[in-house]
């Protein structure tokens, strides 16, 4: 079934139980399974690039740029955006009115009203157009995770009202490390 789509596109069905006695494939392709198709074609793509081109120089840098904290070097590949002085920001090539146009909204039709965040989340991540039933799988996977451990309320609610919310946010992010999954693998190796 898979074999006429291309890999980054290629749904994985699974069998998931409907009730006790039926099946139903689902088609629906998650966040998860999408990158996992992707990213061994990425980094086979870096990996070939990196062994043509390695050597290769691409720019000059200047006193006044390294002492301006590299404004105006092209020093970094980039695909998930880009900020024209001129044109505007464009998402994986997308302006801001043909994402409008083209990403799954609230409503579940396509142009009307503004695209969900988890579809220019999706978009970001993949370059991919999804599905409103893949935003909706992100959303839920989500919000599954949306749980915060039990003393960052408090401690939000501790700060000084007046403190700029992009501190009180970084200190509530890094509050939720103690529950990190990543920090555990870390910490055992």
């Not at 689902?26 to 043509?52: D, G, H, N």
Request: charged share 20%; net charge negative; proline share 6%.
């Amino acid at each position: 079934m898979a074999s006429f789509l291309s890999n980054s596109v290629r749904s994985l069905v699974r069998k998931v139980p409907t009730s006790a006695t039926t099946q139903a494939a689902r088609t629906v392709t998650t966040l998860q399974e999408t990158l996992m198709a992707q990213v061994p074609e990425k980094q086979a793509s870096l990996a070939q690039l990196k062994k043509e081109h390695g050597s290769h120089v691409i720019g000059e840098v200047t006193i006044d740029q390294c002492i301006g904290g590299a404004r105006g070097v092209k020093s970094m590949l980039w695909e998930t955006s880009n900020l024209d002085p001129e044109e505007g920001i464009r998402f994986r090539g997308l302006t801001i009115p043909e994402c409008q146009a083209v990403l799954p909204t609230y409503s579940g039709v396509t142009g009307e009203g503004e695209p969900l965040l988890e579809s220019l989340l999706w978009l970001l991540l993949t370059s991919e157009v999804p599905t409103k039933e893949q935003v909706d799988s992100l959303t839920a996977e989500l919000h599954s995770r949306a749980e915060l451990p039990a003393h960052v309320i408090p401690l939000l609610n501790s700060l000084p009202k007046d403190m700029h919310p992009m501190t009180q946010f970084s200190i509530g992010l890094n509050a939720c490390q103690t529950e990190s999954k990543f920090a555990k693998a870390y910490s055992d190796g």
